[in-house]
C-alpha cells in the first residue's frame, strides 16, 4: 500500500493524477506566453478570449472536483451546488462593484448604480467592508461554507439522504435564485452585478489581468485538486468513501457519519465557491440565473461523464462538456440541448464510470499500458 | 308581472329585420331566455319615440342630450340599453349629412356602423364623415342612472342586482327616488336588501338622529363596500376634533357595525384565502400525483414530469387549433388525448431509459433530466420558444359571485372539483383494478410479485405511462391556469417533488393532504410577504420540515421502508 | 497542557469529540452483567417485532439466541445497537451506560461491535482497508484525515488478518471475496473493534463445515475475555457453542436454559422445535 512517501503519493500516485498535474502546468505556462509574448496575428498567439474561456473552464473544473468530491466520494448527490458557486460570485461581485466608485452611470461614489436606480440613500449593512479586498475574499470561503454548514447540519443530522438530500439541496438554490431575483433584497435583482471596472486597483480588462486571473484559476485549481486528493488518500478519504457504500454499516463501527458528510461537504462548499469568485471577474458578470436548478445538474452531468469518483475524471468532464457547449452554442445552438440530453442519458445507461473508465477500460487491454498503472 | 304576460305577444314584433322565418327557431330559444323581459306591446309608436329621441341626440348641446337620454329612456324600446350603452362608452356617432346617429366600431381610421333602430350592418363609413357624441361628466352620471333604473326594471336578478350596486357608488335624490321607486316592487331577497343598504346609506344623511341611528343598525353586517365608506367617514375625526357624526350614539352604534362589519370581511377574505389555497392546492397537487406513483411506488425520479405536463398543454392547444369551433369542447377533448399522449411519452421512457436504471434512484434522475432537456427543444423546435396562447372556454370564465365580499372565479372552482376526479379515480385504479393490485405488489415486494407470476416489466411500463399520462392530464389544466410555453414543466417540477416529499412518499393521500396545504399555507403568507418571498418562505419552511420528518407527513412505516 | 495539545483538543471538539473524553468507561461492569434489556417493546404499525423483553447477558458469556422467524431476534440487536429506538423499556450497557441516549457510533466506541446477518463488507474497499477502517482508536475525521493508523493498530490488523486467515488476500479488494471469507472479514472487522460486547447475527450462514468448526473455536476462544450474542438457525452449531441459550418468540423471551433444557421445555418445542 502506502509504500513511498505521501506527499510522492500525493502528487505522481495515479496516472491521470500525473497526467492532469502535467497538462495543468503546461497550459498554466505556455497560455499566458502565448498570449503575452507573441503579437496578435502571429500564428502562436493566443487570444485574450480563449485565454479567458480557458480560465473560465479552469473554474468549471474547480467546481466539478467540489461536486465530485460529495458525489463522487462521498454519494451526497446535491443538486445545490451551483448555489455556492453563485454566492462566492456574489461575494467578488459585491467587491468588484464597489471599486466602480464614481465610474458608475449615476456617478454615486457609494452606492453601485442599481441602488441608486432603486432610490435606496444607504448602502445596505451587507454591503458593508466589501471594498476591502481581504473582507470579500473571506466572505467568498465563510457565505458558501456556511450555508453549507449549517444546511449539512441539519440535512445530515436528521439523515436526510440520497434523492431526498437531492431534491431539498435543490430547493435550497430554487429558493436563493427566487430571493436573488428580488430588487429588496439588494443583490441587483434580475440584472445582477456587472460593468465592473478594476480588481485589486488592475483594469479588469488589461492583458496583464487576465493572464493573472487565468494563473489564479490555474493554480486554485491546481490547489484544489491536491486538497481533495489528499482528502481522497487519507484514512478519512476511505471512511467517506466508506460511508458512500455502506453508510449505516460505517456508523456501526464507530464514524459519526453526520460529522464526516458535514464537513466535506462544507469542504466542497467552499471550494465551488472559490471556483465562483474566479470565474466572475473573467466572465464579467454574476446574475440570478447562476442560481438555476439546472445549473446544479449539468455540473453533476459534468462529473458522470468525465467519472465520479475519480478527481482527473471530474477535471476531464468539466472540461470536455463545456468545450462542447461552447462549440455547439457558437456553431448549431439549436442542438445543444438535444446533444446535452442525449448525453445525460448515455452515461448514466452506458458509461457508469465516464468517459475516464472508458479509457482505462481501452488502457486495461494493452498489455504494455497494464504495467505502466501497476 | 305585468310584464311576463306582455312579452308573450310582443315578442313575433320585437323581432327585427328578415328573414324572419328562418331565425323563428333561434328566437323561439331567445324567447325562452328572455321570458319577462321588458317589451311594450305598441312597438310601432315606441319605434318612432326612439327614433326620435335618437335623433335628438345628434347634437353637441348637452343638455339637449341629456333630454334626449330621458327620452330614449321613455320610449323603452328594445335597444334603449344598447344606444345609452355606446353613448356611454363613446361609441355612439351621427352622420354628418344627415344627422343619422349610428353605433360604431372603429377600424383604423374608418367607422364600421350600426343601426340602432334595426341593430343591422349599416356599412363602413369614413371617420371624418361622422362626429362622435360626446358626453361629459354630468351626462354620464344621468347616464349611469338611466341605465341603473332600465336595469332595475329588468327581469333578471342579476342584472337588477348590478345595478342597484351601481346607483350605491354615488348616491344623490333622483337616485335615491329610484330607488325607493323599486323597493315596493322588488321580490328578490338580494336585490331587496341592496336597495335598503343604499337607502340606509342614504338615510345616514338625514337631519334626525334617530332615523340616522335607524339607518346605522340596517347597515350592521352589510357588506356593501359603500356602507363601510360611509360609516368609516362618520365616526372620523376631523381637524378641529368634531365627528362627521355629531350624535354620540349614532357614532357608537356605527362602530359597532364597523366592528361587525370588519368581522366579516375578515371572515369572507379568510374564506377567499382559503379558496385561492386550495385551487392552488389543487394544481400543485394535479402536478405531483403523476410523480407520487412514478416516485412513491416505483421508487425511480422522473425529471421529465414536468415537460410530461408542457406536453398535455400543447396537446389541447393543438386540440383547440383542430376544432376552433368548439372550443368549449375542445378542453375536454383534450384530457383523453393529453392523458393518451403523455403516456404514451411515459411508456417510451420507460422502455428506452428507466427499465435499466431501478433501484437506482439517483441515475434515474440524471437520465430523465436529460430526457426533459430533448422533449423541450422538440417542443420548441415545432412549436416555436414562444408561449402558445390556449384559449379558456366561455364556461370556465366568470365568477360565481356569493356575496359582495367573496366571489370565487369559476377556473379555480373547476380546478379544484378537475383535481379532485382525477384523485378519486386514480384511487379507484389502484384499489379496485387488477392493474392496481399488481402494482401496489411489485411496489412492496418485487421479487415476490415475479415469483407470483405477475409479469413485473409490464406492470412497471403501465405504471410509468399510468403517472406520466396524469401529467398529461395535469397539463391540459395547467393549459388553462398558466402560460404554454417550452419551460411550464421546468417551473412546477420542483414544487412537485416538494409536494410528495412533504405528503410522504409512497401515499396518495399524503400527496392530497400536502399539496393542499402547502398551496394554503402559501396563500396565506402572500398578502403579508408577496408572492415571490412567499414562495421562499415555503421552500425554507419545505426543507426544514424534510430535516424534521424525513419521510413526509404520512411516512411507510415498518422494516422494509428503513431499508 | 500545552497550546498545542488544547488547540487540538479545541479542533476535536469541533470535528466531534471522540467518545472517550466524554463520557465516564462505559460499560462498567462490576455487578458482573454487561447487557440489562429490561421491558423493551418495539412496534411497526401496530406489529409487535419486540414484546417487554427483558435479558441480561453477563460479563464474558457467550449467550445464542434462537426463534423462529419473526421472534424478534434482529430488532433486538437493532435496539443495542441503536439503530431502532424502542416505544418503552431501558437498555443498559453495564451500570453506567444508557444505550437508549447514544447513537449508533456512540455505542460502537462504547464497546459494542456488531456482525450483520448479510455479510455486509466494504466491497469497494481492500480487506486491509476494511480492517483499518474497523481497527479500534480515534474515528474522529479530525484524527483520520491528519493521521495514519499508528504502530499498535497496525499490529492488530496483522494480527487479525492472521486469525481470519486472509493475509495473502489482503490487498484484495473485498467484493472479490467468496462468501465465506466475506464473513470472516466481516467477524475479523469485528474483532479489529476490540468490542467488549460482541453481537453476531447468522454468522456460519452458507459456510462450509470446516468453516463452521473455525468459527465456533474463535467464538469460543472469545468468550470469557469479550461477552458475546450470537443468533443462529444452525441448531448444531449452536450446541457446539452455547453454554446457556435464550428463546425469543414474538417479541419476547420464551424460555432460558442450557441448550438440553430449552429442548425439553414443551413450550419451546411446540412454537419452534416442533416445527
Not at chain 1, 203 to 228: D, P
Not at chain 3, 176 to 185: A, R, V
Not at chain 3, 233 to 240: A, E, Q
Request: charged share 15%.
Amino acid at each position: 500500500m502506502q509504500t513511498s512517501h505521501p506527499a510522492i503519493q500525493l502528487l505522481i500516485g495515479e496516472r491521470g493524477t500525473q497526467v492532469f498535474l502535467a497538462l495543468l502546468l503546461t497550459v498554466g505556462v505556455a497560455a499566458p506566453i502565448m498570449h503575452l509574448a507573441f503579437p496578435e496575428g502571429s500564428a502562436l498567439h493566443l487570444s485574450s478570449y480563449t485565454m479567458t474561456l480557458m480560465g473560465k473552464y479552469m473554474t468549471y473544473a474547480l467546481l466539478a472536483i467540489a461536486v465530485d468530491l460529495v458525489w463522487g466520494y462521498c454519494g451526497i448527490l446535491s443538486l445545490g451546488h451551483a448555489a455556492f458557486f453563485a454566492l462566492g460570485g456574489y461575494a467578488m461581485g459585491m467587491y468588484l462593484m464597489r471599486q466602480i466608485g464614481t465610474r458608475g452611470v449615476y456617478g454615486d461614489p457609494l452606492l453601485p448604480d442599481f441602488m441608486v436606480f432603486l432610490n435606496w440613500k444607504e448602502l445596505p449593512w451587507f454591503w458593508q467592508g466589501f471594498d476591502m479586498f481581504w473582507f470579500a475574499a473571506l466572505m467568498v470561503i465563510v457565505v458558501p461554507g456556511l450555508l453549507a454548514l449549517a444546511f449539512g447540519w441539519l440535512a445530515f443530522r436528521s439523515r436526510v439522504s440520497g434523492v431526498y438530500l437531492s431534491i431539498i439541496t435543490q430547493a435550497l438554490t430554487y429558493a436563493l435564485m427566487l430571493a436573488f431575483f428580488r430588487n429588496d433584497m439588494g443583490f441587483g435583482g434580475n440584472n445582477g452585478l456587472t460593468d465592473f471596472k478594476d480588481i485589486l486597483g488592475a483594469n479588469i480588462n488589461a492583458s496583464e489581468t487576465r493572464v493573472a486571473l487565468f494563473l489564479t484559476s490555474a493554480a486554485a485549481l491546481g490547489l484544489g485538486y491536491l486538497a481533495c486528493r489528499y482528502i481522497t488518500l487519507s484514512r478519512a478519504g476511505r471512511v467517506v468513501q466508506a460511508i458512500r457504500d455502506a453508510e449505516s454499516r460505517t456508523r456501526f463501527i464507530g464514524y459519526r457519519v453526520e460529522s464526516y458528510k458535514l464537513w466535506v461537504f462544507a469542504f466542497s462548499a467552499v471550494l465551488a465557491g472559490i471556483a465562483g469568485a474566479l470565474y466572475v471577474p473573467q466572465v464579467g458578470i454574476i446574475n440570478p440565473s447562476e442560481f438555476q436548478p439546472i445549473n446544479s445538474i449539468e455540473i453533476v452531468i459534468w462529473v458522470a461523464v468525465g467519472g465520479r469518483g475519480t478527481l482527473y475524471g471530474a477535471v476531464a468532464g468539466a472540461v470536455l462538456v463545456n468545450y462542447a457547449k461552447t462549440y455547439f452554442t457558437a456553431t448549431i445552438p439549436e442542438l445543444w440541448l438535444y446533444a446535452l440530453g442525449t448525453l445525460f442519458v448515455i452515461v448514466t445507461l452506458f458509461l457508469p464510470k465516464g468517459v475516464v473508465g472508458l479509457a482505462d477500460k481501452f488502457a486495461l487491454r494493452r498489455p504494455a499500458a497494464r504495467t505502466v498503472t501497476a | 308581472m305585468t310584464n311576463l304576460s306582455c312579452t308573450l305577444y310582443a315578442v313575433p314584433g320585437a323581432s327585427p329585420g328578415p328573414p324572419f322565418l328562418a331565425r323563428r327557431a333561434l328566437w323561439w330559444l331567445a324567447f325562452a331566455l328572455m321570458l319577462g323581459m321588458l317589451v311594450r306591446p305598441a312597438a310601432a309608436a315606441e319605434s318612432t319615440a326612439f327614433e326620435q329621441a335618437l335623433g335628438n341626440l345628434a347634437t353637441t348641446n348637452f343638455k339637449q342630450k341629456e333630454r334626449a337620454v330621458g327620452e330614449l329612456l321613455d320610449a323603452r324600446h328594445a335597444n334603449t340599453r344598447t344606444v345609452l350603452n355606446a353613448l356611454l362608452e363613446g361609441n355612439l356617432y351621427y352622420r354628418k349629412d344627415d344627422k343619422r346617429v349610428f353605433i360604431g366600431a372603429a377600424q383604423d381610421t374608418s367607422l364600421r356602423l350600426q343601426d340602432p333602430l334595426t341593430m343591422s350592418d349599416a356599412g363602413i363609413a369614413d371617420a371624418s364623415d361622422c362626429t362622435k357624441i360626446t358626453t361629459n361628466n354630468q351626462l354620464r352620471k344621468a347616464l349611469k342612472s338611466a341605465l341603473a333604473s332600465f336595469d332595475l326594471a329588468d327581469p333578471d336578478a342579476d342584472v337588477r342586482l348590478a345595478a342597484v350596486n351601481e346607483l350605491l357608488r354615488s348616491l344623490d335624490a333622483d337616485r335615491v327616488s329610484i330607488l325607493r321607486a323599486r323597493q315596493s316592487s322588488e321580490n328578490n331577497d338580494a336585490v331587496r336588501t341592496a336597495i335598503q343598504t343604499g337607502l340606509a346609506i342614504a338615510d345616514l344623511d338625514s337631519a334626525d338622529a334617530d332615523v340616522r341611528l335607524a339607518a346605522v343598525d340596517q347597515l350592521e353586517g352589510s357588506l356593501n363596500p359603500e356602507a363601510f365608506n360611509r360609516l368609516s367617514a362618520s365616526v372620523a375625526r376631523a381637524d378641529d376634533g368634531s365627528y362627521a357624526e355629531p350624535d354620540e350614539n349614532v357614532r357608537n352604534a356605527a362602530r359597532a357595525a364597523l366592528n361587525a362589519i370588519n368581522n366579516w370581511r375578515s371572515f369572507y377574505s379568510t374564506l377567499e384565502t382559503l379558496f385561492f389555497g386550495l385551487s392552488l392546492g389543487s394544481v400543485l397537487v394535479l402536478a405531483a400525483i403523476g410523480l407520487a406513483i412514478t416516485f412513491g411506488v416505483m421508487g425511480v425520479i422522473n425529471m421529465a414530469h414536468g415537460e410530461l405536463m408542457m406536453l398535455g398543454a400543447y396537446t389541447t392547444y393543438v386540440i383547440q387549433l383542430l376544432m376552433p369551433q368548439h372550443i368549449g369542447a375542445s378542453v375536454l377533448v383534450a384530457i383523453p388525448v393529453a392523458f393518451a399522449v403523455a403516456g404514451g411519452v411515459g411508456v417510451l421512457i420507460e422502455r428506452g431509459v428507466m427499465r435499466f436504471l431501478y433501484g437506482r434512484p439517483l441515475e434515474t434522475l440524471l437520465a430523465t433530466f436529460g430526457v426533459s432537456l430533448v422533449l423541450q427543444q422538440i417542443v420548441r423546435d415545432i412549436f416555436s420558444a414562444n408561449n402558445r396562447p390556449v384559449e379558456t372556454p366561455a364556461w370556465m370564465a366568470g365568477s360565481l359571485q356569493v356575496n359582495e365580499a367573496f366571489s370565487i372565479t369559476y377556473n379555480r372552482l373547476y380546478v379544484v372539483l378537475f383535481m379532485l376526479i382525477v384523485f378519486a379515480i386514480l384511487q379507484l385504479v389502484l384499489k379496485k383494478t387488477s392493474l392496481g393490485l399488481k402494482v401496489r405488489a411489485v411496489a412492496q415486494n418485487r421479487a415476490m410479485a415475479k415469483s407470483m407470476g405477475v409479469r413485473t416489466e409490464w406492470v412497471d411500463a403501465l405504471t410509468f405511462g399510468l403517472g406520466s399520462g396524469i401529467a398529461g392530464v395535469a397539463g391540459v389544466a395547467l393549459s388553462q391556469l398558466t402560460n404554454v410555453g417550452p419551460n411550464l414543466g421546468q417551473s412546477y417540477i420542483i414544487d412537485s417533488f416538494m409536494v410528495v416529499v412533504f405528503g410522504g412518499v409512497g401515499n396518495l393521500w399524503g400527496t392530497l393532504i400536502g399539496g393542499m396545504s402547502l398551496g394554503v399555507v402559501n396563500q396565506a403568507l402572500e398578502p403579508y410577504a408577496g408572492a415571490v418571498l412567499a414562495k421562499i418562505l415555503v421552500l425554507i419552511a419545505l426543507i426544514l420540515f424534510i430535516q424534521r420528518r424525513p419521510r413526509g407527513l404520512f411516512p411507510q412505516k415498518g422494516r422494509a421502508a428503513e431499508s | 497542557m500545552n497550546a498545542s495539545t488544547a488547540i487540538r483538543n479545541g479542533w476535536q471538539k469541533v470535528f466531534g469529540a471522540g467518545a472517550r473524553g466524554a463520557r465516564p468507561a462505559p460499560g462498567d461492569t462490576s455487578h458482573g452483567t454487561i447487557l440489562y434489556l429490561e421491558d423493551i417493546s418495539v412496534s411497526f404499525d401496530g406489529f409487535k417485532a419486540l414484546n417487554a423483553l427483558t435479558l441480561y447477558i453477563d460479563a464474558g458469556e457467550l449467550r445464542c439466541i434462537i426463534g423462529p422467524n419473526g421472534a424478534g431476534k434482529t430488532t433486538m440487536m437493532d435496539v443495542i445497537t441503536g439503530k431502532t429506538r424502542p416505544d418503552a423499556g431501558s437498555a443498559w450497557f453495564g451500570q453506567t451506560t444508557d444505550l437508549l441516549t447514544l447513537s449508533e457510533p456512540q455505542i460502537a466506541e462504547a464497546g459494542i461491535g456488531r456482525k450483520f446477518q448479510k455479510p455486509t463488507v466494504f466491497e469497494q474497499h481492500t480487506v486491509m482497508e476494511n480492517l483499518e477502517l474497523a481497527v479500534a482508536g480515534h474515528k474522529t475525521l479530525w484524527t483520520t484525515l491528519r493521521s495514519p493508523l499508528d504502530r499498535r493498530q497496525h499490529e492488530r490488523i496483522e494480527e487479525v488478518l492472521e486469525t481470519i486467515r486472509l493475509q495473502d488476500r489482503r490487498s484484495m479488494r473485498a467484493g472479490m471475496l467468496s462468501h465465506g471469507q466475506k464473513q470472516w472479514l466481516e467477524i475479523g472487522m469485528l474483532l479489529a473493534q476490540e468490542p467488549r460486547l460482541l453481537l453476531v447475527d447468522e454468522p456460519v450462514a452458507g459456510m462450509t463445515p470446516q468453516e463452521v468448526e473455525r468459527t465456533a473455536e474463535l467464538l469460543l476462544s472469545l468468550a470469557g475475555k469479550h461477552s458475546v450474542m450470537v443468533v443462529e438457525h444452525d441448531m448444531d452449531f449452536v450446541r457446539s457453542i452455547a453454554h446457556k441459550v435464550t428463546v425469543l418468540h414474538e417479541g419476547h423471551v420464551l424460555a432460558e436454559g442450557t441448550i438440553d433444557e430449552v429442548q425439553n421445555d414443551p413450550r419451546v418445542v411446540e412454537v419452534y422445535l416442533g416445527e
